[in-house]
Each structure stands twice: as structure tokens, then as C-alpha cells.
């Protein structure tokens, strides 16, 4: 099966432009999720879609980052005005749909390393 | 709030020997442990999920298990191999469809031959 397609694989801009990031989950996958990974620390989450809804988004810095999640498959997520301390990868993940009792592995995409200057 | 601490500093060991690593966690009862392989530039890959009810799960060369009362899990790699070298992450994951996977630092190990 396809993996996880993300792009672009590198960004760099100065700090209060903005960016966009881009995210294709695997077919078939209903939850989608994406992830902040800072240079020597794990994966955080940002915001996780389950199909076009959120499902938690309590770690998104809303003032300045947003999702949207179209016809619940591709993804976007912006950062609008970008600061310094936003330099990381950016990772997506998909998996089938959680459910009570069972909890399907996540498959994460390559991630976009944003660089702000 | 919940934690989770994996070993800061980088494992080193000898190729054909085993790798032990340790994934503890505090404010949190998981029902679901889970241990990711990450490689520099790529995004991790999942390697093995334990349940809370499971005491230890292998898969070829690898082995977790998970003790809920010391609140740890222990990652081991029997026969280690160069290629083993990269970092591993776990994580972990509430009983309800809605819980957030939440993941440690990870844990860099290198492998010399």
C-alpha cells in the first residue's frame, strides 16, 4: 500500500511569513493526525482528525496554527505569522479508526523539517 | 501531568549482544504501550503494541513487555544488529477511541560491529 504522503519535504522562511504544510493519509484511513517533533525530543501532537471532524486539538496553538482536513482524506496545516521557536518537523500519521478496546498502529509520513529564521 | 521518560543519553553496545531499553511513564494508566523505530530524516515506524492485561509480546528479534505497577516497559533486542541503530520512541494510549497517543523522546541506540 501507498504510505503517507507529505510535502514539501524542507521550508525555510523568516519569522511572521507564513507556511502551509500539506498531508495525503493512507486509503482507508480515518483518523489523521499531526505531530510537532523539535530537534531531540519526541513526537507532539497538534491536532488529530477523525474523518472531516476534531477529534483534539488541545495542544494546537490556535492563534496562530490551524488544520482543516478536507472531505475527510488530504490535510492541511498552516502556520500564520511563523515564530522562531515553530522550527521542527512536521510529521502526519494515519491509522484506521480507533475504537474502544482496540487501537491500531499509527504510519507517519516522512514530515517537513521547517527551518525559521 | 502525564510522563514519559526514556533514556536520555545514547546506548551503545556491541553488535550480537542485547539491547535494553526503558520507557517509564507517571500520571497515566495506559491500556496500550507501543514502540516506534525512527531513523534520521524519516518519520518512525511502528514495531510492537502490548496491552495492560499482556505481560510481554516478541516478534522475531524483538521483545516488550510491560509492567503496570512499576509503570515501565522494557524494549529488548536479542542478536543486535548495525542495522538496529536508530532511535525508538514508545508511546502510549488510553482505553477510550478519543485518547491522544502521547510519545517519549526517545532513546538513540547505536550498534558497533
Known amino acids: 500500500e501507498a504510505g503517507v504522503a507529505q510535502s514539501p519535504r524542507y521550508k525555510i522562511i523568516e519569522k511572521r511569513q507564513s507556511v502551509a504544510f500539506w498531508c495525503n493519509p493512507i486509503?482507508?484511513?480515518?483518523?489523521l493526525y499531526w505531530y510537532q517533533q523539535i530537534l531531540g525530543q519526541g513526537p507532539k501532537l497538534l491536532i488529530q482528525?477523525?474523518?472531516?471532524?476534531?477529534?483534539?486539538d488541545s495542544q494546537l496553538p490556535k492563534d496562530r496554527f490551524s488544520a482543516e482536513r478536507l472531505k475527510g482524506v488530504d490535510s492541511t496545516l498552516k502556520i500564520q505569522p511563523a515564530k522562531l521557536e515553530d522550527s521542527a518537523v512536521y510529521l502526519c500519521?494515519?491509522?484506521?479508526?480507533?475504537?474502544?478496546?482496540?487501537?491500531?498502529?499509527?504510519?507517519f509520513g516522512n514530515g517537513t523539517r521547517l527551518t525559521v529564521t | 501531568s502525564q510522563k514519559i521518560e526514556q533514556n536520555s543519553e545514547a546506548l551503545n553496545i556491541q553488535e550480537g549482544k542485547t539491547a535494553t531499553l526503558t520507557c517509564n511513564y507517571t500520571?497515566?494508566?495506559?491500556?496500550?504501550l507501543q514502540w516506534y523505530r525512527q531513523d534520521p530524516g524519516r518519520g518512525p515506524v511502528f514495531l510492537l503494541l502490548?496491552?495492560?492485561?499482556?505481560k510481554e509480546k516478541r516478534k522475531e528479534r524483538l521483545k516488550v513487555t510491560f509492567d503496570t505497577t512499576l509503570k515501565q516497559s522494557l524494549f529488548h533486542i536479542t542478536a543486535s544488529q548495525p542495522a538496529d541503530s536508530a532511535t525508538y520512541l514508545c508511546?502510549?494510549?488510553?482505553?477510550?477511541?478519543?485518547?491522544?497517543?502521547?510519545f517519549g523522546s526517545g532513546t538513540r541506540l547505536s550498534i558497533r560491529p
Open positions: 500519521a494515519s491509522s484506521l479508526l480507533p475504537r474502544t478496546g482496540k487501537r491500531s498502529p499509527l504510519h
Open positions: 486509503s482507508g484511513h480515518a483518523t
Open positions: 482528525f477523525q474523518n472531516n471532524g476534531v477529534v483534539d
Open positions: 500520571n497515566y494508566s495506559p491500556a496500550y
Open positions: 502490548i496491552r495492560e492485561n499482556e
Open positions: 508511546a502510549l494510549a488510553g482505553y477510550s477511541s478519543a485518547s491522544k497517543i502521547i
